[in-house]
């Protein structure tokens, strides 16, 4: 009983942290791009943000890039050229990449940015729900 | 079937949280909220807190530190007859200013030998700062620098947030014209950089007294930057404002002529390691010019009433200071030292007679703080810093002590914070050496001031509504007053003592309300300042719209023979988002010129601290 109470506080705790918020934003991205994969292999270059991934249902945190459906990167800037959809998850990677990534999550202007963009999606054949659309840029 | 209970309401919370349908728009602003800069540089132990979190900041319109100033509970800002910001506690007619300590980061900017440089710092442009907190009932132990009670802390806005700049104008009705622009970026090395520049021209309501005319304009220019890389950190500000005298110090308040020009430089180096260890060199220089003309007589010690009367100070402090922090299995004991010098070279003219001397101070210090948690909803808080005050001329060194022991105990929504702190504030030397007795009558025997805070604070916090009651006993063994010939003496003991109730609704991450009463009473009964007060607050967003209402009050008061009726002040401001990186604002402050009021020794009347204004902004992010 005592574990379940845990549970649900930690649950609770979580949902209101940073991280917790920063979990159900990329739950939302990743189910955008991929949402009919059962398992999604996702490849970081940033540790530290392994906790977060792992905890998403459906997400499968591995170890090798070439295994990987997405990378997403934080401080990357010299991947194999293959045509893996690459996320950034921080401003230079996302201004590095910005002509083959699908989109960017980072910090910008004192808050929190989320874009996607048009050609790059279009070129990896990925819709994104009707929610997100107001997040896609035609062109950077 | 408890056991049963139990898990289905788990189970409930947990599939609510796992497919709430929170739209991404929600769960950006809730991020942006949940990272707030100010969740992880606050400190709980520190003192009683209270934050001013940038998004609120931004809906507030603030251009300048006064602006948040003016918002305390205790202590009140109010400003002297020359223009200069001062601070009362209820019921005061002043209140120390070296018992105020800025930091903007971890640079200490008051500290000063000739008193402090808040009377500088709180107009500075706030447009580069993240967010500010406010402790109180504090030491500055746990800050590692020159002792205080209350700790306004500043913090600039973050690199590797910012990634980009921002300009921002302001005009007002009266012509006023204000102008700020920062930068930042951080390399692919991981070498960040930040930088501000400011400049404004701010026009003052003209009064008249007797038929000399009482001007209040002030420009500025103000500059601020910062480099960090792996763990080191370069910073440096400079901050220069003229300003008119307004009534000035003569005896009959009938200025012929009044100017007073303040400049602050400083630069400091600190390395961050990663075991705790942390080491920052500072070096500040203040230049101080006042300038004043009053054919009805102006003090100047010793020299007696003068015509003219000028006097320059000039401030070169370094400093060295080191600390670490050892964390353990209970807790967080921090141990530190730091040296300062300061010198202090002052010249001054009076009609005929003139002054100059200088004097130096050099400050060891020794402190450590243990957090101890005897489980994780008890911990205890003991402070310890020994001073040594060693002054190159005349004045007899000094040993001081800080002595601070707190609590704070959670019980579920409810914390109790209760603090027992035995400090002291240190005099500045300005009044303690001065070898022609002018402008001040000095006092080289004066003692420190050596106040005892006892603090207790109750925090009711579950879902949407925090409560916060505070209360306070402060006794003070020799406190600084002057006679009337202006001679600085040490009052034996005094009292007072100090309640605040704080509440706060948030209505959803873009609308809440903030509520605040306080009152004190001073062992004297006299009532020089006012004895209640309190601010209503509303923060609200309605589309690409964000709205702001501030009521404040403070009641009636006795300034020497002159009744102060009770005031109110209501500002307000609306922003219009018109693009991602472009909004437009409107602000109003004193709205209906009904706002906080002021008298002087031997002024018939009261004079309006704040003006009427109505500010255009235009902000631009890049």
């Known amino acids: ?140 | 079937m408890t056991k049963k209970r139990i898990s289905f309401i788990a189970l409930l919370c947990s599939a609510t949280l796992a497919f709430s349908s929170e739209s991404m728009d929600d769960l950006l602003r809730a991020f942006k909220s949940e990272s707030e800069l100010s969740k992880i540089t606050k400190s709980e132990s520190a003192g009683f807190l209270d934050i001013y979190t940038r998004e609120e900041l931004e809906k507030m319109q603030v251009r300048t530190l006064m602006d948040v100033l003016k918002l305390f509970t205790i202590p009140n800002i109010t400003r002297t007859s020359n223009n200069i910001s001062q601070f009362t506690k209820p019921t005061f007619a002043v209140m120390p200013s070296y018992a105020i300590r800025l930091y903007v980061n971890d640079h200490d900017m008051t500290s000063t030998s000739f008193g402090s440089a808040l009377m500088l710092w709180s107009d500075m442009p706030v447009e580069y700062i993240d967010h500010i907190e406010v402790y109180k009932s504090a030491s500055s132990v746990e800050f590692g620098n020159e002792p205080g009670s209350v700790i306004i802390k500043l913090y600039t806005k973050k690199p590797e947030r910012e990634e980009g700049g921002k300009v921002r104008l302001t005009a007002d009705q009266r012509g006023s014209a204000e102008a700020d622009l920062y930068y930042a970026h951080t390399t692919r090395d991981g070498l960040s950089y930040f930088f501000f520049a400011n400049a404004d021209n701010v026009k003052r309501k003209t009064y008249e007294n007797l038929n000399h005319k009482l001007d209040a304009d002030n420009h500025a220019q103000s500059f601020y930057a910062n480099i960090f890389k792996e763990g080191w950190r370069l910073e440096g500000g400079s901050y220069r404002k003229v300003k008119d005298t307004f009534l000035g110090l003569g005896r009959a308040y009938t200025p012929n002529d009044g100017k007073i020009e303040n400049r602050h430089n400083y630069i400091q180096l600190e390395k961050m390691y990663d075991n705790g260890l942390n080491i920052r060199a500072g070096y500040d220089h203040l230049d101080s010019y006042e300038k004043e003309s009053d054919n009805s007589g102006i003090p100047a010690g010793a020299t007696g009433y003068v015509t003219d009367y000028t006097i320059q100070l000039h401030d070169k402090i370094a400093s060295l200071i080191a600390e670490k922090s050892f964390t353990h299995k209970n807790g967080k004991l921090l141990v530190g030292g730091f040296y300062k010098f300061k010198g202090l070279e002052a010249e001054g003219a009076f009609d005929s007679q003139s002054t100059s001397f200088s004097n130096a101070l050099h400050l060891y210090s020794l402190y450590m703080e243990e957090s101890y948690s005897f489980n994780p909803t008890t911990t205890f808080i003991g402070s310890f810093k020994g001073d040594y005050y060693r002054y190159e001329k005349r004045i007899e060194a000094k040993k001081e002590h800080i002595l601070r022991a707190g609590l704070i105990k959670n019980y579920g929504p409810v914390q109790i914070k209760a603090f027992y702190t035995k400090t002291y504030y240190a005099v500045p030397f300005l009044y303690l050496y001065g070898p022609d007795d002018t402008p001040y009558r000095v006092n080289p025997e004066l003692k420190f001031p050596e106040p005892i805070l006892t603090s207790l604070g109750i925090r009711y916090k579950e879902s949407r509504h925090t409560v916060d009651a505070r209360m306070s006993l402060i006794t003070v063994k020799n406190k600084v007053l002057s006679k009337p010939d202006g001679t600085l003496y040490n009052n034996p003991k005094g009292w007072y003592h100090q309640y605040e109730l704080k509440y706060s609704y948030n209505f959803d991450p873009r609308n809440s309300l903030k509520i605040d009463l306080y009152m004190g009473e001073n062992a004297s009964g006299l009532t020089m300042s006012p004895k209640y007060g309190g601010h209503i607050q509303l923060f609200n967003s309605f589309g690409k719209i964000d709205l702001y209402n501030q009521i404040g009050y403070r009641s009636n008061c006795d300034f020497y023979g002159v009744n102060i009726d009770p005031t109110y002040d209501y500002t307000a401001s609306v922003k219009y988002h018109a693009a991602k990186d472009l909004s437009i604002g409107f602000r109003g402050e004193n709205i209906f010129g009904t706002g906080y009021r002021q008298s002087y020794v031997r002024l018939p009347y009261s004079m309006p601290i704040f003006d009427r204004k109505f500010w255009l902004n235009l902000e631009y992010l890049f």
């Open chain 1, 1 to 140: 009983m005592k574990k379940l109470i845990l549970i649900l506080i930690s649950a609770l705790f979580l949902s209101a942290s940073p991280a917790g918020k920063e979990r159900s934003i990329y739950r939302t991205i990743l189910n955008a791009i991929f949402p009919d994969k059962a398992v999604i292999h996702v490849w970081l270059d940033n540790p530290k943000k392994r906790a977060i991934f792992e905890k998403i249902r459906r997400v499968k945190v591995v170890k090798d890039h070439k295994r990987a459906d997405i990378l997403i990167l934080y401080n990357s800037f010299d991947v194999p050229a293959d045509n893996k959809i690459i996320f950034a998850d921080g401003y230079l990677v996302f201004e590095h990449f910005k002509n083959r990534l699908v989109g960017g999550f980072y910090w910008q202007k004192g808050r929190p940015n989320l874009v996607f963009i048009k050609k790059n999606l279009k070129d990896h054949n990925i819709s994104l729900p009707p929610t997100l659309k107001e997040y896609i840029e035609d062109d950077m």
